[in-house]
Every structure is written in structure tokens, then in C-alpha cells.
């Protein structure tokens, strides 16, 4: 049996889509522009990749995309300043802070400094809690991804085993929250979780995200599961170039799986397409 691959790139584009027709006509109707503000401290390259990325699509879709480029030395109350000042300004709907932060910047009281309704990554403890609570929030944009592909895969996810690899604040612990909702049974699993091949095995849903090149091969994986892949690894091959592979070995799994998110292609795409729509929601509940 192959898998089907489930087509990140393709699904992005049909949610950009729909953002951006959804601008134009509140542009239109109401005069309003939605603003996305991104900061980014320091110079680390795969950052810079993403911001770049990031505003190059918010303006596709007809928003305002503001970038403010930050130096490596800024400091903690410098950085607190401008998101008071982005906090403040009626024309950013969304704000963005880069991670990760130098290592003399607290990042949870950086991200604790932007007004929860701007927070379009989720990560504020406000939207934390009301997401944990089944409460309106904003939600973590690759979670939220993975959940669309999720649901337009299977219809139904309610009653499914759920079986989320990673604890991250960023993506297992709010996927794990996102899955519960929609009714699944959900496992967190870890670096220290006993057995995870027989723990991973019984899962109906598998979401890799911890980071580990390659690490979850075909014979843990339940014949026809659906496996949702988040991991971004660059490895070098023995020709000397490099790859882009996720956290699932897709050759073996690809045999074994259901359907399967490629890398890259699969989740990437969709994170970016969220945080567009994270932005479009946070504009328009700001104008009632
Ligand atoms: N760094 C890696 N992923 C993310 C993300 O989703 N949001 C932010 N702000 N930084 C990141």
C-alpha cells in the first residue's frame, strides 16, 4: 500500500486564497487594511529566511506587513518599548516576534508583553490558557495547520487515537490541546516516554514534531494511519549537499501510512497560510 501524500503546498494556497479575497472586500466595504508587524532581533539565518517569507506573503494577500529588524545587542526594555508602541497602534492587528531570542532576552516576558488580542502565534499566556480551557483564542499557527489538513482528510476526527510525539509549547503541547477538542483520544509522547514504538503504534494519527531528523520509522506506524510530519531538518547527504527531511522517515512510512504530509510541502506551507488567517481574525474581532 502508498500513501496518499496530503498536499500542504496546494491546501496553503486555497486558504491564502480565501484570506485574501476576504481582505479585499473589507478593504472595500470597511476601509480597512489588516497589519502584520514582525520583529526580529538579531541575525540568525533561518529566521531571517522565515521573516522574509512571512512578509512577502502577507502582502500577496493585499495586508500591511511591517518588519522591524532589530540588533543582536537590543535591549530587553528597548524591545518592550516597540511592542508597547505595536501593542498601541491601530493599524497592526497582528504581532509577530521572532524565536528564538538572543539568550540575554526573557522570552516569556517578551511574548507576555503583546496584547493577547495581537498575539497571532498563540503563545501568550492568556491564549494558552483559553485555548487549554476550549475558549475563543488565538491559536499557534503550525498546530492550527495541522488540524485543518486533519480535518479535511478525515471529516470526523472524533473518537481517533491521537498520538502527538514532542512536548514543545509551540507545537505538541497546543496540538495535543487542538486534537482533544475535536473529540480524539490523545497521547503526549517524549524523549522519556517507555516503549514509544508500541505507544506510537496504536495511534489512528500520528504527529511528529521533535525535531529529530528521520527518527520515526515505517514499523511504528499502524497499517493506514494518517501522519502528519513537522519536523524541518537540514541533513547532509553523502554527495556532500544538503536535504530537507522531516522527523518521519518517508520512504518506510509512505508504505505503511494511510496518507502522509511530504517534506517539504506538507506543514511548512500551512504555518504561514495560518498566520495570515491568525491575522485576518485578530483584524476583523478588532472591528467588531
Ligand atoms: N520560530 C520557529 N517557529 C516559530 C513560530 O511559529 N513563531 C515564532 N514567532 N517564531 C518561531
Same mark, same amino acid.
Given at each position: 500500500m502508498s500513501a496518499k501524500i496530503i498536499d500542504g503546498k496546494a491546501f496553503a494556497a486555497t486558504v491564502r486564497e480565501k484570506v485574501k479575497s476576504h481582505v479585499t472586500r473589507i478593504k472595500e466595504e470597511d476601509g480597512i487594511t489588516p497589519g502584520l508587524a514582525v520583529v526580529l532581533v538579531g541575525e540568525d539565518p533561518a529566521s531571517q529566511v522565515y521573516v522574509r517569507s512571512k512578509g512577502k506573503q502577507t502582502v500577496e494577500v493585499g495586508m500591511k506587513s511591517v518588519e522591524h529588524k532589530l540588533d543582536a545587542e537590543t535591549s530587553e526594555a528597548d524591545l518592550l518599548a516597540l511592542i508597547d508602541q505595536l501593542n498601541n497602534d491601530?493599524?497592526? *492587528?497582528g504581532i509577530l516576534v521572532q524565536l528564538? #531570542?538572543? +539568550? *540575554? #532576552?526573557n522570552e516569556d516576558l517578551v511574548i507576555n508583553s503583546i496584547d493577547p488580542a495581537k498575539d497571532v502565534d498563540g503563545f501568550h499566556i492568556s491564549n494558552v490558557g483559553l485555548l487549554g480551557t476550549g475558549q475563543r483564542s488565538m491559536v499557534p499557527c503550525t498546530p492550527l495547520g495541522c488540524l485543518m489538513m486533519l480535518r479535511d482528510y478525515h471529516g470526523s476526527l472524533s473518537g481517533l487515537n491521537a498520538v502527538v510525539i514532542g512536548r514543545s509549547n509551540i507545537v505538541g503541547k497546543p496540538m495535543a490541546q487542538l486534537l482533544l477538542g475535536d473529540s480524539c483520544t490523545v497521547t503526549i509522547a517524549h524523549s522519556?516516554? +517507555?516503549d514509544l514504538p508500541e505507544v506510537v503504534r496504536r495511534a489512528d494519527i500520528v504527529v511528529a514534531a521533535v525535531g529529530r531528523p528521520e527518527m520515526v520509522p515505517g514499523d511504528w506506524i499502524r497499517e493506514g494511519a494518517t501522519v502528519i510530519d513537522v519536523g524541518i531538518n537540514r541533513i547532509e547527504k553523502e554527495d556532500g549537499k544538503t536535504k530537507l527531511v522531516g522527523d518521519v522517515d518517508f520512504e518506510s512510512v509512505s508504505k505503511v501510512a494511510g496518507a502522509i504530509t511530504p517534506v517539504? %510541502? %506538507?506543514?511548512g506551507p500551512m504555518t504561514i497560510a495560518c498566520l495570515l488567517a491568525n491575522t485576518l481574525t485578530a483584524c476583523c474581532r478588532a472591528n467588531g
Open positions: 491601530a493599524s497592526i *492587528h528564538p #531570542l538572543p +539568550k *540575554h #532576552l522519556r516516554t +517507555k517539504p %510541502g %506538507g506543514v
